[in-house]
């Protein structure tokens, strides 16, 4: 069976100070990136200090759809199923599994001696309490509901077999159980409190929440007792960490700065533009890593005017220069990408590049042959007495955001208004699910090509429950060939479901693909035994340790 995740690709800046002194780094492509830090026996005792740009405002994992829910996640709790060093599907809390023949049927067997830090038993029944939660329209699941939308129900066939039915075969079922958004919690919690698991989870992972601050910080303890690790992480028993603290630190610079200056051990989200100088300081590790799934895409509502016309579409993308944007946004640490799956996701179909171009001629004879050919008094396009607009809600901040900046120049010289509207976080997030917008801009990350389906089908577009179809894209033909990827087994037969799925997601042009979304994170060479998650790119400090 193929890895549902291709070898990370490292990206190096290329620093023309270091080649100058005789060391030439430049963008590249290598295998999995080394597992450990180097370094000696591990030590017990001391608090890993740990800046993040933001925290999830919610620490329930099937609640949120955060993108640092994967780095935190893994400090307290644990999946189902797990990836293992080399992407492919191994045990967690589950030991083993069966799968039927028709696909509709998993039966899992599970770990016994597990607790929850509540105390807890993991059993068959806490699984099927936790598949409730995740689809449970009350727990409002952005994420983890979609991972496992064909569950229909479960059966305990005794204290640790749990069957688990499905509508429909569904080859990407397990890997999504592996995530970080789908972890396992306290079935007692889930039952009994679960308006408490935001403020206080409780899962059976290695730490424990002690005290959380929504926007500023999180304060985690090791956990006594915990002694079920999955055998790709390096250690057995408690962490040797006492534990570690979280600290948001939203401003770039100050993050990089207070992490040089030994404040903080690690962050996340390191800035690409500092992304030279931390590689060039010897007591430091880099990582710049390629996430799966969507690289960062400009979503365009087709649902209505002017993105309902494709010609517009065409446009718009043949109107900005992505190699520009991704240099300027990632001071050369980002891959350029005129696609609409990562590189690093199994089945990616290199035969898809190439098929958009920047051609500023182009776009303006698009933008005529759809009819917008008038112009207004400030150079705008204009049909019918209507200026071409293209309106972007995002989160306000003291300066608009450089992306949208960069873009907004690259289409004005082809005629188009694009129009930077700034508002409070919870109104995007309301405009985002009542679709009143022209575009959006996003990423998402999963460890499968299922991210297709989720992002294009029109199931995903947001009704009864809350979809990620962005796009509001509907088409028949996609829909058909996206759902044959879901029930296609791995191997020949889903790599051609997925080519051809791709293909189709690339004629309609649901958006413009920028450059792929990447995962940049460091930490001081003081701290060993990290290792690296392949269901996600981001660093493990189950037994990471401090040395000195």
Same mark, same amino acid.
């Given at each position: 069976?193929?890895?549902?995740?291709?070898?990370?690709?490292?990206?190096?800046?290329?620093?023309?100070?270091?080649?100058?002194?005789?060391?030439?780094?430049?963008?590249?492509?290598?295998?999995?990136?080394?597992?450990?830090?180097?370094?000696?026996?591990?030590?017990?005792?001391?608090?890993?200090?740990?800046?993040?740009?933001?925290?999830?405002?919610?620490?329930?994992?099937?609640?949120? %759809?955060?993108?640092?829910?994967?780095?935190?996640?893994?400090?307290?709790?644990?999946?189902?199923?797990?990836?293992?060093?080399?992407?492919?599907?191994?045990?967690?809390?589950?030991?083993?599994?069966?799968?039927?023949?028709?696909?509709?049927?998993?039966?899992?067997?599970?770990?016994?001696?597990?607790?929850?830090?509540?105390?807890?038993?993991?059993?068959?029944?806490?699984?099927?309490?936790?598949?409730?939660?995740?689809?449970?329209?009350?727990?409002?699941?952005?994420?983890?509901?979609?991972?496992?939308?064909?569950?229909?129900?479960?059966?305990?066939?005794?204290?640790?077999?749990?069957?688990?039915?499905?509508?429909?075969?569904?080859?990407?079922?397990?890997?999504?159980?592996?995530? %970080?958004?789908?972890?396992?919690?306290?079935?007692?919690?889930?039952?009994?409190?679960?308006?408490?698991?935001?403020?206080?989870?409780?899962? %059976?992972?290695?730490?424990?929440?002690?005290?959380?601050?929504?926007?500023?910080?999180?304060?985690?303890?090791?956990?006594?007792?915990?002694?079920?690790?999955?055998?790709?992480?390096?250690?057995?028993?408690?962490?040797?960490?006492?534990?570690?603290?979280?600290?948001?630190?939203?401003?770039?610079?100050?993050?990089?700065?207070?992490?040089?200056?030994?404040?903080?051990?690690?962050?996340?989200?390191?800035?690409?533009?500092?992304?030279?100088?931390?590689?060039?300081?010897?007591?430091?590790?880099?990582?710049?890593?390629?996430?799966?799934?969507?690289?960062?895409?400009?979503?365009?509502?087709?649902?209505?005017?002017?993105?309902?016309?494709?010609?517009?579409?065409?446009?718009?993308?043949?109107?900005?220069?992505?190699?520009?944007?991704?240099?300027?946004?990632?001071?050369?640490?980002?891959?350029?990408?005129?696609?609409?799956?990562?590189?690093?996701?199994?089945?990616?179909?290199?035969?898809?590049?190439?098929?958009?171009?920047?051609?500023?001629?182009?776009?303006?004879?698009?933008?005529?042959?759809?009819?917008?050919?008038?112009?207004?008094?400030?150079?705008?396009?204009?049909?019918?007495?209507?200026?071409?607009?293209?309106?972007?809600?995002?989160?306000?901040?003291?300066?608009?955001?450089?992306?949208?900046?960069?873009?907004?120049?690259?289409?004005?010289?082809?005629?188009?208004?694009?129009?930077?509207?700034?508002?409070?976080?919870?109104?995007?997030?309301?405009?985002?699910?009542?679709?009143?917008?022209?575009?959006?801009?996003?990423?998402?990350?999963?460890?499968?090509?299922?991210?297709?389906?989720?992002?294009?089908?029109?199931?995903?577009?947001?009704?009864?429950?809350?979809?990620?179809?962005?796009?509001?894209?509907?088409?028949?033909?996609?829909?058909?060939?996206?759902?044959?990827?879901?029930?296609?087994?791995?191997?020949?037969?889903?790599?051609?479901?997925?080519?051809?799925?791709?293909?189709?997601?690339?004629?309609?042009?649901?958006?413009?693909?920028?450059?792929?979304?990447?995962?940049?994170?460091?930490?001081?060479?003081?701290?060993?035994?990290?290792?690296?998650?392949?269901?996600?790119?981001?660093?493990?400090?189950?037994?990471?340790?401090?040395?000195?």
């Amino acid at each position: 069976m193929p890895s549902p995740h291709a070898p990370w690709r490292r990206i190096i800046v290329a620093a023309s100070a270091l080649a100058a002194a005789g060391t030439l780094l430049a963008a590249c492509a290598s295998d999995t990136p080394s597992s450990t830090s180097p370094g000696g026996q591990p030590v017990d005792g001391g608090v890993l200090e740990l800046s993040v740009s933001a925290e999830p405002g919610c620490l329930d994992s099937h609640a949120i %759809s955060a993108t640092q829910q994967a780095l935190l996640g893994r400090l307290i709790y644990d999946n189902l199923v797990t990836l293992d060093r080399d992407g492919n599907l191994a045990p967690d809390l589950a030991d083993s599994w069966d799968i039927s023949d028709d696909g509709k049927t998993y039966t899992f067997h599970l770990k016994e001696g597990v607790t929850f830090s509540d105390g807890s038993p993991w059993n068959a029944e806490v699984l099927g309490q936790n598949l409730e939660h995740m689809r449970d329209p009350a727990t409002k699941s952005p994420l983890a509901a979609a991972y496992i939308a064909p569950y229909v129900d479960g059966t305990v066939i005794d204290e640790y077999t749990f069957e688990a039915h499905l509508a429909h075969p569904f080859t990407p079922f397990l890997y999504g159980l592996a995530q %970080s958004w789908v972890t396992m919690e306290s079935g007692k919690a889930i039952t009994e409190s679960p308006e408490t698991l935001c403020q206080q989870p409780v899962g %059976s992972g290695p730490f424990v929440v002690e005290e959380y601050v929504p926007g500023q910080s999180i304060t985690y303890v090791k956990r006594d007792g915990y002694d079920w690790a999955p055998e790709w992480i390096n250690g057995d028993g408690e962490a040797h960490l006492d534990g570690v603290n979280v600290t948001v630190v939203p401003e770039a610079v100050i993050r990089y700065e207070s992490l040089v200056s030994g404040q903080y051990d690690a962050t996340e989200n390191l800035p690409p533009q500092n992304a030279e100088a931390i590689q060039a300081n010897a007591d430091f590790t880099y990582e710049n890593l390629v996430r799966s799934g969507s690289p960062n895409v400009l979503h365009f509502n087709t649902s209505h005017a002017p993105f309902d016309d494709i010609l517009v579409r065409r446009a718009f993308v043949a109107a900005v220069n992505r190699e520009a944007i991704a240099q300027a946004q990632g001071f050369g640490t980002f891959d350029v990408k005129d696609t609409f799956l990562s590189s690093d996701t199994v089945y990616y179909d290199p035969t898809t590049e190439g098929a958009f171009s920047y051609d500023v001629d182009e776009a303006n004879a698009l933008l005529d042959e759809a009819g917008w050919t008038g112009r207004d008094s400030d150079g705008f396009r204009t049909k019918d007495g209507e200026r071409l607009a293209v309106v972007v809600p995002t989160t306000e901040s003291a300066t608009p955001s450089p992306l949208l900046v960069q873009l907004q120049g690259e289409v004005k010289k082809v005629g188009i208004d694009l129009v930077i509207d700034q508002l409070p976080a919870a109104q995007v997030t309301e405009r985002r699910y009542a679709g009143d917008y022209d575009a959006l801009s996003g990423v998402w990350h999963t460890n499968t090509p299922d991210i297709l389906y989720i992002r294009y089908h029109s199931d995903e577009i947001t009704g009864e429950r809350i979809g990620q179809n962005a796009s509001y894209l509907e088409d028949e033909t996609l829909d058909r060939l996206l759902e044959a990827t879901r029930e296609a087994p791995d191997g020949p037969e889903a790599e051609a479901a997925y080519a051809a799925a791709q293909k189709r997601v690339v004629e309609l042009v649901p958006g413009l693909p920028l450059y792929e979304n990447h995962s940049q994170f460091a930490y001081a060479n003081r701290v060993k035994g990290v290792d690296i998650d392949t269901s996600h790119p981001v660093p493990v400090f189950t037994y990471a340790w401090l040395e000195g």
